[in-house]
C-alpha cells in the first residue's frame, strides 16, 4: 500500500561496490527519508554496476514510470569507471557537452591546491545538454539538474558528505517548489509480548477502516517477556491537523487492542 | 566494467521501510558480498514498495534478464502487507498452493509457545505451485526456493537474522553446487597525498592492460596530509592462483606510482 500522494519518486544509486557488499546503500536510506518528509511517494529503487548499459536502462525505465523525480547518487568523479552522466546522456537522447560554468569552478578548486586542469577533471564538466549544473559546496564534482518533459532528474555524487551537501543547498529548495506540499507524519512504539501472526486480522481491519494511514510492524527478536514488534504509523496529507489526527486514532485502536491481549507497550 | 563471471545474479529488496529511509538497506550488501565470493557477478539490485504489481514487475524484470540466481528478500510474514509470494506467483503466472511441508513446521513452531494456526500464520504456508520450503531456523515464515528454465530463485524473509540463516544453512550450498566455482580475490589499501583525479589516467591505462581486474577508487575526506583515497582491486578467476598473481601484479604497479608521486601508502 502506498503513500496517498500521487508525486512518486525513484531512487537510483550506481556502484558496484554497492552490488559486491562493499559499501552499505546508506544514499538511499537518507534520500529515501527526506523525499517522504517532503511529501514524495518514493516507489522504487535501482542498484545498478558502474557499466553505461546499465545506467542507460536504469533512466530509461525510470524516465518511462510514472516517477515525477528521479534522484541518482554515484558515478560523477573524474576516474575511467564514472559513467553515470554519459549513461543519462543516452537514456535522454542526448549529448554530452562541456558546459563552460562547471569547467569555471572545477579549475578554480584545483587552482586553490595548485592544480591544473586535465583530462580527467575536464570530464567532471561535460554535462548532457539539458543539464544544469548544481554546484558542489564540498567536493568537486558538480551534480546535474535535468528537467524532461514532465520530469525532474537530479544526479548527485556518490560521496556521502557531498551528496548531502547538494541536496540540502539546492535540491531541497526545488523539490519543494515542485512537490506536492504534503506533510508526513508518523509515530512509533514497540510492543512486548504478542507475536505479529496474532495481530494481522486485526491490523487488516484496522487498514479497511482507515485506507489513507499505513502501518508497518517490524518483528524484532523475542526476549523473556515474549515476542517485540515494532510499530511504524503513518499518514500524508495536505492538512497537517488531518494527518497528525489519523495517525493518533490509529495508534490509538492498535494500543488499545495489544493492551486488552495482554501487551506491555513502550514508546 | 563487470568481473570475468558470466554467472549473473539480481538482488531484489522488498519494503516500503527501506524506501521510506526507515532501515538502511544491510540485506542487499550483505548478500552482494556472500554472492560476489561464491564467484557470481552481482548485476543489479531492485528496491521495491510492498505493492504486489511492484513486486510482479521486479520479479518479472529480473526473469527476463540475463540472471541465473535470484534472491529477494523482505515480504513473507503473516501481515497484510506481506505480498511478496503473491507477486512471485503473478511473475511466475503460477497460483499460490499450501504446501503441507510448511504448514506443519508452521503449526510445530506455534504449537511450541501454545498458539494455534490462524488465518495469519497459514498464509505463511502459501507458496507459489513450483516452489519448495526453504526451513527458517530462527523464525516462523519459510524461505522458498524455485527453479524455472535455467534461472534458480530464492525468495527470503527480511528480518536479517532470519535471511542469514536460511542463506547459510540451506542456499549457501545450493549457490556452490549451481556457481561458476570461482574464486574472487581482493585486496584494500590507502593512498594519502594524491588526487584521485591525479589517477585517471594511469588507471585508466592500467585496466587496458589488464582488463580482468577490476580497480575501484573511492575517495574520502581531505585531511592535513592531502586527500585520501580507498582502493579496491578484484579479479576472479577458476584458477584461485592466476587471480591473486593478476591482483598483486595490478596493486604492485598502482602502489609503484602512487610512490613516485609522492602518495604515502597505508595497507
Redesign the interface.
Known amino acids: ?2 503513500q496517498a500522494s500521487g508525486y512518486e519518486a525513484w ?1 537510483i ?1 550506481i556502484g ?11 544514499n ?7 523525499l ?1 518528509l517532503l511529501g514524495y511517494n ?10 553505461i548499459e ?1 545506467i542507460e536502462w536504469g533512466f530509461r525505465t525510470a524516465l518511462g514510470s510514472n516517477a515525477k523525480v528521479i534522484v541518482s547518487t554515484g558515478g560523477l ?5 564514472d559513467k553515470t552522466l554519459e549513461g543519462v546522456a543516452a537514456a535522454l537522447d542526448e549529448k554530452l557537452v562541456l558546459n563552460e560554468k562547471s569547467l569555471e569552478e572545477i579549475r578554480k578548486k ?1 587552482e586553490r ?1 595548485g ?1 591544473s586542469l ?4 575536464i ?2 564538466a561535460r554535462i548532457p545538454e539539458s543539464g544544469k549544473p548544481l554546484y558542489n559546496p564540498v ?2 564534482a558538480p551534480g546535474v539538474y535535468i528537467t524532461k518533459s514532465d520530469k525532474h532528474i537530479f544526479v548527485l555524487p556518490g ?1 556521502p ?1 557531498e551528496m548531502k551537501a547538494i541536496f540540502e543547498t539546492q535540491v531541497e529548495r526545488i523539490l519543494k517548489e515542485i512537490g506536492p506540499k504534503i506533510f508526513f507524519i508518523e509515530k512509533t512504539f514497540t510492543s512486548i509480548g504478542i ?7 486485526f ?2 481491519r484496522l ?1 479497511r477502516e482507515e485506507p489513507s494511514v ?6 524484532k ?1 523475542v526476549e523473556s517477556r515474549g515476542p517485540i514488534i515494532e510499530f ?1 504509523v ?1 499518514a500524508s496529507s495536505r492538512n497537517r491537523r488531518e494527518a497528525e489526527e489519523k495517525v493518533e486514532r490509529v495508534v490509538e485502536k492498535l494500543m488499545r487492542y495489544l493492551i486488552e491481549k495482554g501487551a506491555v507497550i513502550e514508546e
Chains 1, 2 share one sequence.
Open positions: 500500500m502506498s531512487i544509486s558496484n561496490e554497492l552490488l559486491i557488499g562493499k559499501v552499505t546503500n546508506t538511499l536510506a537518507w534520500l529515501g527519508r527526506k517522504t518514493v516507489r522504487r529503487g535501482l542498484i545498478l554496476s558502474d557499466d546499465d568523479g573524474p576516474t575511467f569507471d584545483y591546491i592544480l586535465n583530462p580527467a577533471r570530464k567532471m567536493g568537486t560521496v558528505k507475536p505479529e501472526s496474532e495481530l494481522a486480522l491490523t487488516n487498514v499505513y502501518i508497518k510492524s517490524h518483528p527478536c511504524h503513518t
